[in-house]
């Protein structure tokens, strides 16, 4: 099991150190991002200083001979190209402010690279600590290895030493044993020599009995002489007793000696064992809290990377979708620089044909005369109508900006999300986006007081699932477009318009297929624009007002219900 758990803990490794390698891969397009961006910017500077220049050169050309000859109609004409003039003008301006706007994103862009960049290098960090964390666990691994090869030598240490106190055992037996042979031995002497005491005796007693006289001496003697044997007999019996009693004791005393020192030496090695197991018992204690904050860090680590991974990811997503954003624009743009060009081109040759026939004003006019004013009179009209679509729609975006304005104005001190930030005292078990990932609106008007609001920082109260839904927006960019603020704000507390249902903001309930439109040019040429989306129809009623209950600041409600898409105004011009 712990095997199988070691090589869980691998795969996790292993895991984090491809999130680390995603989350490089994802700083190496975020830097061709902004290069792209960059380049971008370049392009649309140097369009707008061509078309500054040609608008210059149009100014200086002197009309006024050839438009003194032309009608009340042809002053109207005029008019309308000086108010078309304007309008584009202004259209430059506007795209002059969108361009400050991208550098001000571009420089956030950066800022971001640079912060993950800090945080691909503390991650490689962590994952540097959690290798080196596998090596301490493979060092333990091994530790343990020789902790359980040292017991099973001590065990069979311990085994040994039964052994040998078994064969002490054996031996001392066997040494009791030989001890009770040596005195039964010497006890089975006494009985004999105790015996033959008694018949030397007895046959002293006969054998007086039976002599008398000189042979009665001569028996005396010879009782003399085998009692001095027997004396000595016993003498010496009686000095081996006590040599052998001095041996058992001395024995004895060594035996005692030895029991007692093994007694002492098993006492201290049992001390010892005790000690030992009392310090491995604490040592793997120690080894397992260890393991388990080790792997409480990498939990948290691991965490962090997939919600930072979905964060980038989309990131990413929006950052596409305001460069296509983008593109579209500038393609409608050029579109209208075509028209304006096709105009001018119309308008120079009216005024060569008007300073040819100046010398005869009495000449009628030829039918090219009349189509060529009549080709300009309706590119006017386009035009016209494509600049008050586009009027519209600016509008529009400008009112959605505003409104954001107004609901950042509206938060309460205690919701600022920057105080929550700063804020110590701040308890989540997600991870929250940094200060830089706030929603700004553009600038305005400086009365306003706007204020910046992070949408993960304002989101600590709630579920994990209910933070997931910030981000599965279908709509465009949070900056720029209304279906991307408004789709973040509507589900958090923000201000919405509580008329739409609730499948309006969830994810997937606002399809992301750009509709397309067909522009027709002065010269037959069809151009593609894709400025808005299918999410735009529901939000354009909820244009007129800032909250619910209306304000001062409310469209009026005809106007509202009247608004055409841009797709349909598109269509009409057709």
């Known amino acids: 099991e712990r095997v199988k758990e070691l090589s869980r803990r691998l795969e996790r490794i292993k895991s984090a150190e491809q999130d680390r390698r995603r989350l490089q891969d994802l700083v190496e397009e975020k830097g061709t ?21 040609k608008v210059e050169a149009l100014e200086a050309m002197d009309r006024s001979a050839a438009w003194s000859h032309i009608g009340t109609g042809d002053s109207k004409t005029d008019n309308q ?12 301006t506007l795209m002059s402010s969108e361009i400050t706007s991208m550098q001000t994103q571009i420089a956030s862009l950066a800022e971001e690279r ?21 090596l301490k666990r493979e060092r333990a691994r091994h530790r343990e290895e020789a ?3 040292r017991r099973k030598v001590q065990e069979l240490r311990y085994q040994l030493e039964d052994v040998r106190e078994q064969l002490d055992d054996a031996q001392l037996e066997n040494k009791n044993l030989k001890l009770q042979i040596e005195t039964d031995k010497n006890g089975f002497e006494i009985q004999i020599a105790e015996l033959k005491s008694k018949i030397n005796q007895l046959e002293e007693q006969k054998l007086l009995e039976s002599t008398r006289g000189q042979n009665r001496n001569i028996a005396k003697t010879r009782l003399e002489l085998t009692w001095e044997k027997e004396r000595g007999e016993l003498q010496h019996l009686l000095s081996e007793t006590q040599k052998m009693v001095s041996d058992l004791k001395d024995r004895v005393q060594k035996v005692e000696t030895e029991r007692e020192k093994e007694k002492q030496a098993m006492r201290k090695q049992m001390l010892d064992m005790r000690s030992s197991t009392e310090k491995d018992h604490q040592d793997s204690r120690r080894k397992m809290t260890e393991l388990h904050s080790s792997l409480l860090e990498i939990r948290e680590s691991h965490a962090k990377l997939r919600g930072l991974y979905d964060r980038m990811k989309k990131e990413r997503e929006i950052l596409l979708k305001e460069r296509e954003e983008w593109r579209q624009r500038l393609q409608t743009a050029i579109q209208l620089h075509t028209k304006i060009s096709d105009i001018v081109k119309d308008v120079e040759k009216v005024s060569e044909v008007m300073d040819s026939n100046a010398n005869r004003p009495n000449l009628p006019l030829n039918q090219d005369f009349k189509d060529t004013m009549n080709k300009i009179k309706q590119s006017f009209a386009e035009l016209q109508k494509s600049a008050s679509i586009l009027k519209e729609d600016e509008k529009l975006k400008r009112t959605t900006s505003f409104r954001r304005a107004i609901s950042a104005q509206d938060v309460s001190p205690s919701q600022d999300p920057m105080q929550r930030w700063n ?7 997600y991870p929250l986006a940094p200060p830089s990932m706030i929603i700004r609106p553009p600038p305005r008007q400086k ?32 900056t ?8 973040s704000l509507g589900g958090y507390g923000y201000e919405t318009d509580s008329s739409l249902p609730d499948s309006e903001y969830r994810y997937g309930g606002i399809t992301g ?62």
Do not use: C
Not at 114 to 125: F, G, M, P, V
Not at 456 to 467: I, N, P
């Open 147 to 149: 902790d359980a090869a």
């Open 114 to 134: 640079d912060r993950l960049k800090s945080q691909l290098s503390s991650a490689e960090r962590n994952a540097e600590e959690m290798r080196t964390g596998s």
């Open 480 to 487: 720029s477009t209304p279906a991307g603020s408004l789709l």
């Open 513 to 574: 297929n750009r509709r397309r439109y067909m522009v027709q040019t002065p010269s037959g040429m069809s151009a593609m624009s894709g400025m808005t989306t299918d999410s735009e129809a529901p939000y354009s009623s909820r244009e007129g007002s800032l909250d619910p209950g209306g304000s001062s600041e409310s469209v009026p409600m005809a106007a509202q219900q009247q608004r055409k898409t841009f797709k349909e105004k598109l269509k009409s011009l057709r």
């Open 423 to 429: 804020n110590p005292q701040r308890v989540t078990n």
């Open 33 to 53: 991002l902004i290069e792209s961006y960059k380049k971008e910017e370049k392009y649309l500077k140097e369009e707008r200083d061509r078309l500054l220049k």
């Open 81 to 92: 190209l000086e108010s078309m003039k304007r309008d584009y003008e202004g259209r430059m």
């Open 447 to 478: 009365s306003l007081q706007r204020k910046s609001m992070s949408l993960d920082h304002a989101l600590a109260g709630t579920t994990h699932e209910q933070r997931l839904k910030i981000w599965e927006s279908e709509g465009e960019s949070v």
